[in-house]
């Protein structure tokens, strides 16, 4: 992949670089990523927002060939102690909702209810869509579409399914929907997502910028070319496109390629979150170390990138390249500060 700037002139760290010179050109910018992310504060806005930070209610949906599966989790508020938000298995608000590798489909599943739905799925859901509309509570709700698996993985099988879900939110309209996917088959559901307009967006995995990090740790995705080309077509349309690195993957030098990565991500994106795999609890270590992802990583000896926090770096050069990407805009503007969201579940 190829680091240079795709447009004449860009202003990087404070310096301007023109199109034919590489970004690992400048670093001798006065920003020093070591000493930045030495200061870096995990709960600091910009990595504590997400999309469902106001929502009343919080859903996800996975698509598969012969029906769905449908959870429901409480909303994550603030808490004045951040201690006992872990004690109590807290995760971090800013990765709890991200789509999974398949290596990872089972790692600290955030709680809640889950319910499969093999017959009559669309009735189910319908059922649900239109209790919650009932209740008040959907205009207030976000849902996310693609949390165990991709909506757009496998599409000739569980093309049906997927669309009538896109299709039942369209109509019924919640408060926000995150469609989350690795493939470029997303552009299937663009009719929809304009429909949506505002009220959605689609969070594309890129977890490396690197084609053979994602060869070698994620075998069997799409190409991060492929990923670029339609998170580039669904903005040329007016959908809202959320680049998100989770889990993180060997960029390169996590501090002096972490420039390039960020000029990646800026280029085709709206808004950027970031997530790794390590929680940082002790109680989570057996966990970690026995997922094949992580053997992985353990074996080429990226050990970094086990370590709670492995953006830092990244994250650093964003807010240098891309400040205003970082921090997700409200999209819940009215939700009730009390009610009882699974009383009638």
Known sequence: MDSSLNIKERGVRGR????????????????????????FDPHCEELTRTWSTDAAAIFCLNTFPNGITLSSHEPHRQREDQSEAERLGALPPATQFHLRLRDTRDYLLPKGKYLLYKENYAQSLERRLAQLQEQGTLANSVFYLGTIVDPFASFHKKFEVTMTVLQLLENYRPGFVVLQTRSPMVISALPMLKMLGERTAVAMTIESRLE?????????????????????????????????????????????DAWDF???????SDYITLGCLAAGRPADEAQLRA??????????????????????????????????KLLLKKVIKNAPSQLNLFAAA
């Not at 799409?222 to 993957?249: H, I």
Request: hydrophobic share 45%; no cysteine; proline share 8%.
């Open 262 to 268: 960020a000029e990646l991500l800026d280029r085709h």
């Open 16 to 39: 301007k670089v023109r199109a034919d010179q590489p970004l690992t050109k400048v670093s001798s910018s006065p920003v020093d990523l070591a000493t930045a992310a030495a200061a």
């Open 212 to 256: 053979s990090a994602i060869a070698r740790y994620s075998p069997g995705q799409p190409r991060l070319v492929d990923r670029l080309s339609a998170a580039e077509g669904l903005r040329k349309q007016g959908v809202t496109v959320n680049a998100v690195v989770s889990p993180l993957l060997p960029y390169g030098d996590l501090q002096r």
């Open 291 to 324: 997922l094949p992802l992580a053997q992985r990583l353990v074996a080429d000896k990226e050990f970094r990138l086990l370590r709670p926090h492995a953006y830092r770096y990244l994250y650093q050069a964003l807010k240098v390249i891309a400040p205003e």
